[in-house]
C-alpha cells in the first residue's frame, strides 16, 4: 500500500513490501492507464495522491476535503458515499460531472476502505479514471442515431409520396412498377451522394452526372452545364435529383436526349436575397403530351420538388422548346 505522502508523491514511509522501483513503476502504470489514487483520512482530508486530475487542481489537494475542491453538489454527493464507505457499508461507485472554462469533463470513481494493519477503516481510498472522450463519444452516437432516425423517416415520405403519386397517374401495374423502379433507383442514386459526403450533400454537377449523363448517348455533346454549382443540402439534393430524373426521362420520351445529337443545357443562375435559379432547356421533338395529361413527372416537377424546397418553379412547352425553372432557396445549398 502506498502510504501517506506529498500530492504526486510517494511517502518514504511506505510499506516495505514494496520497494523504491516497485513504486515508481506502479506510478509509471498508473499515469499510462490514465488511472488516479487518492487517500483521505476519516475527516475526509485528503492525505496523498497519485496522478491525479490537472481538472481537480492535482497541486494542491493534500489537506482540503471534497467541499472545498467540488462544486457543491457533487461534494456532497461525495461525501455522502465516503461516510457510507467508513460505516462499514461496502465499496461504492460513481460518476460525477464537472464544468470549467473547457466545457464539461466525467469521472467514474470507486470508493474503498483505507484500512490500518489492525484492519480497522480509518480512511478512503478513491480510484478514478476521466472518462469524459467515452461520454463525448456516446453524445455524438445518440446525435448521429437521431439523425439518422429523422433523415430515415423523411426518406420513407418521400418514398411514400412518389408511390402515391405514381399509382395515381399509372395506366396499369406493369407501368406503375417500371416508373416507381426508376424513381426509387433516381432516390437511391442521390441517397449514395448524400451518405458518402456524411450528410452534408451533394453539388449539382454529381446530381447532373448521376441523374442525367446515364441517359445521354455521348454526355460531352448532349449535356451542357454552365453557371455556379451549389453545394446542396441532403433534402434538396434528393428532390432536385427527382426533378433531373423526371426531366431526363421525359426528354429520352420526348425531348433532346431521344436522338443522339440532341443537347440539354441546364444553367445555374444566381438571384436576389442569395437564392438561384436552375434552369432546364432543351429542343422538343415530339409533342409533349405528358405536360397535356399531368401526370406524375409534371406534377412532382411542378408542384412535389418546389413545395418541399419551398420554392417556385415554372414548366413550359412552347415554341418547340421545352423549358424548366426551378429556385433554389439559399438555405438549400451550403453557402461558401
Not at 309 to 326: E, H, K, P, Q, V
Amino acid at each position: 500500500m502506498i502510504d501517506a505522502g506529498k500530492s504526486g508523491r510517494s511517502s518514504p514511509t511506505s510499506s516495505s513490501a514494496i520497494d523504491g522501483a516497485d513504486k515508481a513503476s506502479l506510478i509509471r502504470a498508473l499515469g499510462n492507464a490514465n488511472v488516479a489514487l487518492l487517500a483521505q483520512d476519516a475527516s475526509l482530508a485528503y492525505l496523498w495522491t497519485e496522478n491525479a486530475p490537472a481538472k481537480w487542481g492535482a497541486d494542491g489537494l493534500v489537506g482540503r476535503t471534497d467541499s472545498e475542491i467540488f462544486p457543491e453538489a457533487v461534494a456532497e454527493n461525495l461525501t455522502r458515499l465516503k461516510k457510507d464507505v467508513l460505516s462499514g457499508s461496502g465499496r461504492r461507485h460513481a460518476e460525477i460531472e464537472l464544468s470549467n472554462s473547457e466545457g464539461l469533463s466525467w469521472f467514474e470513481i470507486w470508493l474503498d476502505p483505507l484500512r490500518n494493519v489492525e484492519g480497522s477503516i480509518v480512511g478512503i481510498v478513491t480510484t478514478a479514471t476521466e472518462i469524459t472522450e467515452q461520454r463525448l463519444r456516446e453524445q455524438t452516437l445518440r446525435t448521429l442515431l437521431r439523425e439518422v432516425s429523422h433523415r430515415s423517416k423523411n426518406l420513407l415520405a418521400i418514398i411514400q409520396s412518389i408511390a402515391a403519386q405514381t399509382g395515381r397517374y399509372a395506366g396499369s401495374i406493369d407501368q406503375f412498377l417500371s416508373r416507381f423502379r426508376g424513381r426509387l433507383q433516381s432516390l437511391s442514386s442521390s441517397q449514395d451522394l448524400v451518405t458518402s459526403s456524411n450528410w452534408r450533400g451533394a453539388d449539382l454537377s454529381q446530381l447532373v452526372s448521376g441523374q442525367v449523363a446515364r441517359y445521354c448517348a455521348e454526355p460531352s455533346r448532349n449535356l451542357v452545364l454552365s453557371g455556379e454549382n451549389p453545394y446542396l443540402n441532403p433534402n434538396a439534393a434528393l428532390h432536385v435529383g427527382l426533378a433531373l430524373h423526371e426531366l431526363a426521362v421525359n426528354s429520352v420520351s420526348y425531348g433532346a436526349l431521344s436522338s443522339p445529337e440532341g443537347q440539354v443545357r441546364i444553367e445555374v443562375r444566381p438571384l436576389a436575397h442569395g437564392e438561384m435559379e436552375l434552369v432546364w432547356s432543351e429542343p422538343l421533338a415530339k409533342a409533349d403530351a405528358s405536360l397535356e395529361n399531368r401526370r406524375f413527372g409534371t406534377v412532382a416537377l411542378e408542384r412535389v420538388v418546389p413545395s418541399s424546397l419551398n420554392s417556385s418553379a415554372t414548366l413550359s412547352a412552347d415554341g418547340g422548346r421545352l423549358l424548366y425553372r426551378l429556385v433554389l432557396p439559399a438555405d438549400s445549398f451550403h453557402a461558401d
